[in-house]
Protein backbone atom coordinates (compact mmCIF):
# COMPACT_ATOMS: atom_id res chain seq x y z
CA UNK A 1 0.00 0.00 0.00
CA UNK A 2 1.57 3.41 -1.18
CA UNK A 3 2.62 5.75 1.78
CA UNK A 4 0.65 8.38 0.03
CA UNK A 5 -2.52 8.98 1.07
CA UNK A 6 -4.98 9.10 -1.94
CA UNK A 7 -5.16 12.76 -3.39
CA UNK A 8 -8.79 14.27 -3.84
CA UNK A 9 -7.78 17.48 -5.53
CA UNK A 10 -5.22 18.59 -7.34
CA UNK A 11 -3.52 21.72 -9.56
CA UNK A 12 -2.13 20.88 -12.73
CA UNK A 13 0.57 23.74 -13.55
CA UNK A 14 0.31 24.00 -17.58
CA UNK A 15 3.44 26.09 -17.29
CA UNK A 16 5.85 27.88 -14.99
CA UNK A 17 5.54 30.86 -17.73
CA UNK A 18 4.09 34.06 -16.28
CA UNK A 19 3.89 37.54 -17.17
CA UNK A 20 4.52 38.16 -13.63
CA UNK A 21 6.82 36.77 -11.61
CA UNK A 22 5.75 38.13 -8.24
CA UNK A 23 7.94 38.21 -5.23
CA UNK A 24 5.46 36.19 -3.63
CA UNK A 25 5.15 33.08 -5.97
CA UNK A 26 5.26 29.84 -4.18
CA UNK A 27 6.47 28.30 -7.56
CA UNK A 28 8.87 30.72 -8.72
CA UNK A 29 7.14 31.54 -11.90
CA UNK A 30 7.53 33.97 -14.38
CA UNK A 31 8.99 35.17 -18.18
CA UNK A 32 12.19 33.61 -18.25
CA UNK A 33 9.85 30.22 -18.12
CA UNK A 34 9.43 29.29 -21.71
CA UNK A 35 8.12 25.70 -21.60
CA UNK A 36 4.12 24.32 -21.64
CA UNK A 37 2.77 20.89 -21.10
CA UNK A 38 2.11 19.25 -24.75
CA UNK A 39 -1.83 18.56 -25.07
CA UNK A 40 -0.61 14.27 -25.07
CA UNK A 41 0.61 14.92 -21.91
CA UNK A 42 -2.44 16.68 -20.28
CA UNK A 43 -4.78 14.17 -22.28
CA UNK A 44 -3.05 11.47 -20.36
CA UNK A 45 -2.41 13.20 -17.10
CA UNK A 46 -6.35 13.60 -17.23
CA UNK A 47 -6.53 10.09 -17.75
CA UNK A 48 -4.00 9.44 -15.18
CA UNK A 49 -6.19 11.61 -12.25
CA UNK A 50 -9.46 9.97 -13.27
CA UNK A 51 -8.06 6.27 -12.37
CA UNK A 52 -6.17 7.21 -9.19
CA UNK A 53 -7.88 10.05 -7.23
CA UNK A 54 -10.39 8.69 -4.22
CA UNK A 55 -13.70 11.08 -3.29
CA UNK A 56 -12.70 13.83 -5.77
CA UNK A 57 -13.05 17.12 -4.82
CA UNK A 58 -11.83 18.92 -7.68
CA UNK A 59 -9.05 20.08 -9.64
CA UNK A 60 -8.19 23.65 -11.37
CA UNK A 61 -5.61 24.54 -14.36
CA UNK A 62 -3.78 27.01 -14.00
CA UNK A 63 0.20 28.49 -14.86
CA UNK A 64 2.08 30.31 -14.17
CA UNK A 65 -0.76 31.82 -16.27
CA UNK A 66 -2.71 29.41 -17.94
CA UNK A 67 -4.45 32.41 -20.60
CA UNK A 68 -0.93 33.01 -21.93
CA UNK A 69 -1.48 29.33 -24.09
CA UNK A 70 -5.24 29.84 -24.32
CA UNK A 71 -5.74 27.12 -26.91
CA UNK A 72 -4.20 24.70 -24.36
CA UNK A 73 -6.19 25.92 -21.94
CA UNK A 74 -9.50 25.56 -23.75
CA UNK A 75 -8.40 21.85 -24.80
CA UNK A 76 -7.84 21.07 -21.01
CA UNK A 77 -11.14 22.21 -19.95
CA UNK A 78 -12.71 20.20 -22.90
CA UNK A 79 -10.93 17.45 -21.96
CA UNK A 80 -12.24 17.22 -18.93
CA UNK A 81 -15.83 17.65 -19.33
CA UNK A 82 -15.21 14.27 -21.80
CA UNK A 83 -13.67 12.58 -18.84
CA UNK A 84 -16.17 13.48 -16.39
CA UNK A 85 -13.95 15.09 -14.24
CA UNK A 86 -14.91 18.36 -11.45
CA UNK A 87 -13.30 21.28 -12.67
CA UNK A 88 -12.93 23.63 -9.28
CA UNK A 89 -11.88 26.52 -11.14
CA UNK A 90 -9.58 27.78 -13.78
CA UNK A 91 -6.73 30.28 -12.31
CA UNK A 92 -5.87 33.83 -13.41
CA UNK A 93 -4.10 37.12 -12.97
CA UNK A 94 -5.88 38.79 -15.30
CA UNK A 95 -3.16 40.29 -16.83
CA UNK A 96 -4.33 39.40 -20.38
CA UNK A 97 -7.57 40.94 -19.70
CA UNK A 98 -6.50 44.26 -22.22
CA UNK A 99 -10.29 45.04 -23.21
CA UNK A 100 -13.71 44.29 -22.88
CA UNK A 101 -13.96 42.02 -26.00
CA UNK A 102 -10.88 39.69 -25.43
CA UNK A 103 -12.20 39.39 -22.17
CA UNK A 104 -15.54 38.53 -22.72
CA UNK A 105 -14.67 36.54 -25.61
CA UNK A 106 -12.26 34.26 -23.91
CA UNK A 107 -14.47 33.53 -20.66
CA UNK A 108 -17.28 33.12 -22.90
CA UNK A 109 -15.45 30.24 -25.28
CA UNK A 110 -14.40 28.66 -21.48
CA UNK A 111 -17.92 28.31 -20.49
CA UNK A 112 -19.12 26.91 -24.05
CA UNK A 113 -16.10 24.33 -23.61
CA UNK A 114 -17.54 23.45 -19.57
CA UNK A 115 -16.08 25.64 -17.41
CA UNK A 116 -18.32 26.66 -14.40
CA UNK A 117 -16.37 29.04 -12.21
CA UNK A 118 -12.99 31.11 -11.97
CA UNK A 119 -10.80 32.50 -9.88
CA UNK A 120 -9.27 35.75 -10.25
CA UNK A 121 -5.99 36.66 -8.16
CA UNK A 122 -6.32 40.38 -6.52
CA UNK A 123 -3.16 41.60 -4.37
CA UNK A 124 -0.43 44.04 -4.45
CA UNK A 125 2.32 41.57 -5.79
CA UNK A 126 0.19 40.76 -8.85
CA UNK A 127 -0.33 44.65 -9.00
CA UNK A 128 3.42 45.64 -9.29
CA UNK A 129 3.01 44.16 -12.97
CA UNK A 130 -1.26 44.48 -13.62
CA UNK A 131 -3.04 47.22 -13.47
CA UNK A 132 -6.02 47.02 -11.49
CA UNK A 133 -8.04 48.13 -14.12
CA UNK A 134 -7.49 44.59 -15.94
CA UNK A 135 -8.27 42.79 -13.01
CA UNK A 136 -11.77 44.85 -12.41
CA UNK A 137 -12.57 44.04 -16.33
CA UNK A 138 -11.90 41.04 -15.87
CA UNK A 139 -13.86 40.20 -12.71
CA UNK A 140 -16.55 42.46 -14.06
CA UNK A 141 -16.91 39.98 -17.31
CA UNK A 142 -16.57 36.90 -15.22
CA UNK A 143 -19.19 37.32 -13.08
CA UNK A 144 -21.26 38.54 -16.62
CA UNK A 145 -20.38 35.65 -18.23
CA UNK A 146 -20.71 32.56 -15.13
CA UNK A 147 -22.54 34.69 -12.58
CA UNK A 148 -21.16 36.76 -9.27
CA UNK A 149 -21.53 33.29 -7.36
CA UNK A 150 -19.00 31.22 -9.86
CA UNK A 151 -16.34 33.62 -9.82
CA UNK A 152 -13.73 33.64 -6.86
CA UNK A 153 -11.50 36.94 -5.95
CA UNK A 154 -8.59 36.35 -4.31
CA UNK A 155 -8.43 38.45 -2.21
CA UNK A 156 -11.29 41.23 -2.87
CA UNK A 157 -10.10 43.48 0.41
CA UNK A 158 -7.08 44.63 -1.74
CA UNK A 159 -9.10 46.27 -4.62
CA UNK A 160 -9.96 49.02 -2.56
CA UNK A 161 -6.14 49.63 -1.32
CA UNK A 162 -4.98 48.88 -4.56
CA UNK A 163 -6.91 51.78 -6.02
CA UNK A 164 -5.85 54.37 -3.73
CA UNK A 165 -2.66 54.33 -5.13
CA UNK A 166 -3.70 53.71 -8.92
CA UNK A 167 -6.36 52.25 -10.83
CA UNK A 168 -4.50 52.77 -14.21
CA UNK A 169 -1.49 51.47 -14.13
CA UNK A 170 0.77 49.49 -12.19
CA UNK A 171 1.92 49.67 -8.34
CA UNK A 172 5.49 49.05 -7.24
CA UNK A 173 5.83 47.46 -3.90
CA UNK A 174 8.09 49.93 -2.50
CA UNK A 175 4.97 52.46 -2.52
CA UNK A 176 3.14 50.02 0.26
CA UNK A 177 6.33 50.06 2.01
CA UNK A 178 6.48 54.17 1.63
CA UNK A 179 2.84 54.53 2.43
CA UNK A 180 2.74 52.24 5.01
CA UNK A 181 6.35 51.58 7.05
CA UNK A 182 8.20 48.13 6.64
CA UNK A 183 6.48 47.23 9.82
CA UNK A 184 2.53 47.76 8.86
CA UNK A 185 3.71 46.62 4.73
CA UNK A 186 4.75 43.75 6.34
CA UNK A 187 1.80 43.29 8.02
CA UNK A 188 -0.61 43.55 5.14
CA UNK A 189 1.67 41.33 3.12
CA UNK A 190 1.83 38.50 5.58
CA UNK A 191 -0.99 38.54 7.55
CA UNK A 192 -3.46 40.52 5.59
CA UNK A 193 -2.52 37.59 2.56
CA UNK A 194 -1.71 34.88 4.62
CA UNK A 195 1.39 34.67 2.65
CA UNK A 196 3.11 31.02 2.45
CA UNK A 197 6.56 31.55 3.51
CA UNK A 198 7.71 29.16 0.80
CA UNK A 199 9.14 29.35 -3.11
CA UNK A 200 9.88 33.11 -3.24
CA UNK A 201 8.11 34.39 -0.69
CA UNK A 202 10.45 34.12 1.98
CA UNK A 203 13.05 35.40 -0.16
CA UNK A 204 11.42 38.50 -0.94
CA UNK A 205 9.57 39.62 1.92
CA UNK A 206 10.93 37.73 4.22
CA UNK A 207 12.33 41.26 5.76
CA UNK A 208 9.09 42.94 5.58
CA UNK A 209 7.56 39.29 7.76
CA UNK A 210 6.38 40.10 11.72
CA UNK A 211 8.71 38.01 12.84
CA UNK A 212 12.13 35.77 12.12
CA UNK A 213 12.95 32.40 13.94
CA UNK A 214 16.26 30.42 14.44
CA UNK A 215 16.64 27.33 12.08
CA UNK A 216 16.31 25.53 16.04
CA UNK A 217 12.72 26.89 16.45
CA UNK A 218 11.56 24.01 13.52
CA UNK A 219 13.33 21.21 15.68
CA UNK A 220 10.57 18.61 15.30
CA UNK A 221 8.66 20.39 12.80
CA UNK A 222 8.52 17.35 10.00
CA UNK A 223 6.52 17.65 6.91
CA UNK A 224 4.73 14.00 6.79
CA UNK A 225 1.41 15.82 6.67
CA UNK A 226 2.58 18.28 3.72
CA UNK A 227 4.56 15.88 1.91
CA UNK A 228 2.48 12.37 2.34
CA UNK A 229 -1.08 12.86 3.91
CA UNK A 230 -2.26 16.74 2.52
CA UNK A 231 -4.84 15.25 -0.28
CA UNK A 232 -3.84 17.69 -2.53
CA UNK A 233 -1.36 17.94 -5.20
CA UNK A 234 -0.11 19.38 -8.06
CA UNK A 235 1.38 18.28 -11.67
CA UNK A 236 3.60 20.64 -13.70
CA UNK A 237 4.99 20.36 -17.46
CA UNK A 238 7.61 18.20 -16.35
CA UNK A 239 5.51 15.53 -15.15
CA UNK A 240 6.45 16.52 -11.53
CA UNK A 241 4.25 15.21 -8.98
CA UNK A 242 4.41 18.53 -6.11
CA UNK A 243 2.70 17.29 -2.75
CA UNK A 244 1.09 20.35 -1.57
CA UNK A 245 2.51 23.88 -1.89
CA UNK A 246 5.93 22.50 -2.03
CA UNK A 247 7.40 24.47 -5.33
CA UNK A 248 10.40 22.87 -6.48
CA UNK A 249 10.36 19.48 -4.33
CA UNK A 250 9.13 16.93 -7.01
CA UNK A 251 8.64 13.52 -5.36
CA UNK A 252 9.23 12.20 -8.78
CA UNK A 253 8.07 11.77 -12.42
CA UNK A 254 4.91 10.41 -13.03
CA UNK A 255 6.13 9.11 -16.67
CA UNK A 256 2.57 9.26 -17.84
CA UNK A 257 1.39 6.46 -15.25
CA UNK A 258 0.13 8.19 -12.45
CA UNK A 259 -1.92 5.27 -10.85
CA UNK A 260 1.11 3.17 -11.08
CA UNK A 261 3.41 5.93 -9.31
CA UNK A 262 1.08 6.44 -6.86
CA UNK A 263 1.24 2.69 -5.69
CA UNK A 264 5.04 2.66 -6.58
CA UNK A 265 6.04 5.74 -4.55
CA UNK A 266 8.85 5.44 -1.25
CA UNK A 267 9.44 7.98 0.57
CA UNK A 268 13.26 6.35 1.47
CA UNK A 269 14.09 6.03 -1.90
CA UNK A 270 14.29 9.81 -2.00
CA UNK A 271 16.79 11.06 0.64
CA UNK A 272 15.86 14.48 0.92
CA UNK A 273 12.07 13.68 0.68
CA UNK A 274 12.46 11.29 3.85
CA UNK A 275 14.66 14.02 5.73
CA UNK A 276 11.58 16.02 5.90
CA UNK A 277 9.07 13.53 6.21
CA UNK A 278 10.70 12.34 9.35
CA UNK A 279 12.77 15.85 10.26
CA UNK A 280 11.64 19.05 8.41
CA UNK A 281 13.61 21.36 7.35
CA UNK A 282 15.64 21.75 10.28
CA UNK A 283 16.60 17.94 9.81
CA UNK A 284 17.24 18.62 6.08
CA UNK A 285 19.65 22.05 7.16
CA UNK A 286 21.24 19.40 9.51
CA UNK A 287 22.22 17.74 6.67
CA UNK A 288 23.36 20.28 4.95
CA UNK A 289 25.33 20.90 7.47
CA UNK A 290 26.91 17.98 7.96
CA UNK A 291 27.46 17.41 4.47
CA UNK A 292 28.05 20.41 2.76
CA UNK A 293 28.44 23.35 5.17
CA UNK A 294 25.30 25.04 5.23
CA UNK A 295 25.15 28.07 8.08
CA UNK A 296 21.82 29.01 9.28
CA UNK A 297 21.36 32.78 8.41
CA UNK A 298 21.43 34.52 11.84
CA UNK A 299 18.89 37.06 11.22
CA UNK A 300 16.23 33.21 10.90
CA UNK A 301 13.40 32.77 8.37
CA UNK A 302 9.66 33.89 8.02
CA UNK A 303 8.78 30.18 8.53
CA UNK A 304 9.94 26.38 8.31
CA UNK A 305 9.28 26.60 4.68
CA UNK A 306 11.12 29.43 4.04
CA UNK A 307 14.05 27.74 5.97
CA UNK A 308 13.08 24.58 3.73
CA UNK A 309 13.90 26.86 0.37
CA UNK A 310 16.73 28.29 1.88
CA UNK A 311 18.21 25.00 2.64
CA UNK A 312 17.36 22.95 -1.03
CA UNK A 313 18.99 26.37 -3.11
CA UNK A 314 21.67 25.72 -1.07
CA UNK A 315 21.90 22.07 -1.96
CA UNK A 316 21.07 22.71 -5.59
CA UNK A 317 24.28 23.97 -6.23
CA UNK A 318 26.45 21.22 -4.38
CA UNK A 319 25.36 18.34 -6.32
CA UNK A 320 22.40 16.43 -8.44
CA UNK A 321 19.45 15.64 -6.00
CA UNK A 322 16.40 13.97 -7.87
CA UNK A 323 13.76 15.53 -5.53
CA UNK A 324 15.04 18.87 -6.70
CA UNK A 325 13.25 19.77 -9.67
CA UNK A 326 12.76 21.40 -11.78
CA UNK A 327 16.07 23.02 -11.52
CA UNK A 328 14.91 25.95 -12.88
CA UNK A 329 12.98 26.76 -9.90
CA UNK A 330 16.14 27.32 -7.90
CA UNK A 331 17.15 29.57 -10.83
CA UNK A 332 14.20 31.70 -10.20
CA UNK A 333 14.04 32.23 -6.55
CA UNK A 334 15.00 36.20 -7.30
CA UNK A 335 12.28 37.86 -8.96
CA UNK A 336 13.19 39.37 -12.39
CA UNK A 337 10.93 43.10 -10.87
CA UNK A 338 13.67 45.39 -9.20
CA UNK A 339 15.15 45.13 -5.20
CA UNK A 340 12.73 46.14 -2.69
CA UNK A 341 13.60 49.82 -1.25
CA UNK A 342 12.89 49.89 2.80
CA UNK A 343 11.47 53.22 3.78
CA UNK A 344 8.39 55.05 5.79
CA UNK A 345 5.35 56.73 5.17
CA UNK A 346 1.27 57.14 5.69
CA UNK A 347 -0.77 55.17 4.39
CA UNK A 348 -2.60 56.79 1.40
Known amino acids: MSELRPFDSCGIMLSYRCQCGCRHCVYACGPRWKEWMDREQLEDLLL?????????????????????????????????????????????????????????????????????????????????????????????????????????????????????FDVERPVPLSR?????????????????????????????????????????????????????????????PYENYIPLFCGGLSLGKIDRDLPGFVVRFRSEDLPLVNILVREGPYGLGRFAAENFGFRPNPRGYAGKCHLCVEVRRFLNEKGEFPELTPRAFYENLRSHLPPLKMGGGHAP
Open 48 to 164: GISRTWENPRGLHLAGGEAFLNFDLLLFGVEKCRRLGLPIEYVETNAGWCVNEEVGREKFRLLKEAGLSSVLISVSPFHAETIPLKRTLTAIRLAEEIFGPANVIVYMSQFIELIAR
Open 176 to 236: WIEAYGPEGAGRLFWQGYALIPGGRAGIELGDLAPQRHPAEAFKGHHCRREILLSRHCHFD
